[in-house]
């Protein structure tokens, strides 16, 4: 018994100082990296929105003359309606009103 114990030992005691750690990198280089990364990050996450917000802003000035919200916000309540109209001549005036507010859309 005490033999296997003094193996086991000496099994734990070879295999403690004969492994290498795991990483060979200091701590402090692998923080350096990581701030490096993460300021990189940043910077490509700025850039994209501020590319983005220029681009949402010449859309809107070409199309802000056309007043498409306005009309689609007409139409879908337009179209709510006539749904909801029990009268055919009803219905059929609501529809011949959106057609129109189709075509300027």
Do not use: C
């Not at 004969?18 to 990483?23: E, R, W």
């Not at 402090?28 to 990296?33: F, Q, S």
């Not at 007043?67 to 055919?88: F, H, S, V, W």
């Amino acid at each position: 018994m005490k033999d296997a114990r003094r193996g086991l030992r000496s099994l734990v005691v070879e295999l403690t100082t004969t492994l290498t750690p795991y990483s060979t990198v200091p701590l402090h280089v692998v923080m350096e990296l990581f701030i490096l990364l993460m300021l990189i990050a940043t910077g490509v996450y700025t850039l994209k929105s501020r590319d983005q917000n220029r681009r949402i802003a010449l859309l809107s000035a070409h199309l802000g003359k056309h007043q498409i919200e306005k009309l689609m916000e007409n139409l879908t309540e337009g179209y709510l309606r006539a749904l909801g109209e029990d009268d055919p001549e009803r219905r059929a005036q609501i529809w011949s009103f959106l057609s129109t507010a189709e075509l300027t859309l």
